[in-house]
């Protein structure tokens, strides 16, 4: 079979070692052989020192019985791994998005992680505890979630430099009616920005500004509403709701103003962009602790402030966005297991991998915040992974210039207090409705964008748009994931 990856080996680097990285591990694997671990690596930066970094990450983990290499990808990573494992090509660590675990896990694709949670990986398990609810299938657990934002504030990040001209301030804007009322006054004053967008294309402003259901799934074909919070727990169609009407006809206000972007369904500039080219105030987006400072990086340094409309929610898909998991090519799955637990508690590890050498691709600005070397640049670099979210726990790791000292202890903090839906845990079985999930997306991809940014006459067009998707089985899948929630809650 032709390589679908590039498998980066280094027999010797000279010159590279560890001082700058807290030198050499002191745990010993004594009369153990050495693994050598295959681990997916993701090619979205650059990346021309790889195998120094790898070579780092040996010289650090070799005591402990472990070797690493990687298996570097592109962003299509789901198709060559699927590839490579059913081809029975050697890996052993790979990432899985949390659509695809279920389908994995039936077709014995991965492994159980659950055999090594109170041994090699039982630092893993203590800090992972609360989320690892939403990886458990049949009461094994298949998978690691990074440890991110594991919840989601919806809401507003807008130029700091129009409010305060005008005499606002970001804590002062709660609510839509604010946000409403600020546009009012603003718009005129500004003829030559758009009021609003979102943050990116393919995203529509009700999700990322009002939202606060639990989808239950990869998509909103049948969602718990007011945050999976009521009892008994009452799968609906979003698009039948209510509040699904008010915050359509409230955007559709908006776009007759003339204060959202016109082209909001294909314009391919995110909100970011269009803020730094001086077309945009502001935008809807997911928010969470540091993203104003992200946004403002996005922008082209214009100062970006963040404001969320309801409080941070949490659930499955959040989650278990993205996994890590041991595929049934691995060797040595209590060896790989060992490694996984160092990506979510040895710093080491995870900042080799996520921003390389110190003094190399990166220098400390203080104990939390790093940059690059005098003379190095984004262009210029030799490792710039910049993926924090996408390995381990990034909570253990440093972060770029730009961000709060804090911003880790914030990130802890706003997952502490995230409301957690209580189908939390729950992951729907697609299988049984397959075909109207189809049909369905079919109709909400023909709707949705145009109705979440005020396009469509909502007399008019949100009948068609119910009735389209009546047609199409959206009540056929509501009433499956009610069936399986019910099962779910009796199991428990």
Request: aromatic content about 10%; proline content about 5%; glycine content about 8%.
């Amino acid at each position: 079979m032709k390589k679908m990856v590039l498998i980066v080996v280094v027999s010797i680097v000279l010159g590279i070692c560890l001082v700058s990285c807290g030198g050499s591990s002191s745990k010993e694997a004594k009369g153990e052989e050495t693994y050598k671990i295959t681990m997916m690596l993701l090619s979205a930066g650059t990346t021309p020192d790889v195998g120094l970094v790898q070579v780092a990450i040996n010289d650090y983990i070799k005591p402990m019985g472990l070797e690493l290499e990687f298996a570097i990808m592109d962003w299509q990573f789901v198709q060559t791994i699927n590839l490579m494992v059913s081809g029975g090509e050697k890996l052993d660590l790979i990432p899985v998005w949390g659509t695809d675990m279920s389908n994995d896990i039936a077709q014995g694709k991965i492994l159980p992680l659950t055999p090594y949670l109170d041994t090699v990986m039982a630092g893993t398990k203590e800090i992972m505890k609360d989320y690892l609810v939403a990886t458990t299938y049949r009461e094994d657990v298949y998978g690691v979630p990074t440890l991110r934002d594991m919840a989601a504030a919806f809401g507003i990040c807008m130029r700091e430099d129009i409010m305060t001209k005008y005499g606002y301030k970001i804590e002062d804007i709660k609510t839509p009616a604010d946000l409403e009322a600020m546009f009012i006054d603003i718009a005129p004053k500004e003829p030559e920005l758009y009021m609003f967008y979102t943050q990116g294309n393919g995203n529509d402003i009700i999700e990322q500004m009002l939202h606060d259901w639990d989808p239950l799934g990869n998509d909103a074909y049948g969602v718990l509403m007011n945050y999976g919070q009521e009892e008994p727990l009452k799968v609906v169609n979003l698009f039948d709701t209510p509040e699904y009407e008010g915050h359509a006809r409230l955007l559709r206000k908006w776009y007759l103003n003339g204060w959202i972007v016109p082209d909001a369904t294909t314009n391919p500039q995110g909100g970011p962009v269009q803020v730094g080219a001086e077309k945009l105030f502001g935008f809807a987006s997911n928010l969470k602790p540091g993203f104003d400072a992200q946004s403002t990086l996005a922008a082209g340094g214009v100062k970006m402030v963040q404001s969320s409309f309801k409080p941070q929610l949490s659930h499955s898909q959040y989650i278990a966005l993205i996994n890590w998991c041991i595929p049934m090519t691995c060797k040595n799955p209590e060896k790989t297991a060992q490694f996984l637990n160092l990506l979510f508690t040895d710093p080491v590890v995870f900042n080799l991998i996520n921003w390389g050498i110190e003094g190399r691709h990166y220098v400390k600005m203080n104990d939390h915040i790093i940059t690059y070397p005098e003379g190095v640049t984004a262009e210029t670099t030799g490792y710039n992974m910049n993926l924090t979210w996408f390995y381990g726990n990034s909570l253990i790791g440093y972060m770029w210039e730009g961000n709060d000292y804090d911003v880790n202890d914030q990130m802890r903090e706003f997952n502490r207090t995230a409301i957690f839906s209580k189908a939390t845990g729950f992951n729907f079985d697609t299988t049984p409705v397959r075909n109207a999930i189809t049909s369905v997306t079919n109709v909400v991809n023909e709707y949705r964008l145009a109705m979440g940014a005020g396009m469509l006459d909502v007399d008019e067009n949100l009948p068609k748009f119910r009735a389209a998707l009546k047609a199409a089985g959206i009540d056929e899948i509501v009433a499956e994931k009610q069936r399986q929630l019910d099962a779910w809650l009796a199991a428990r």
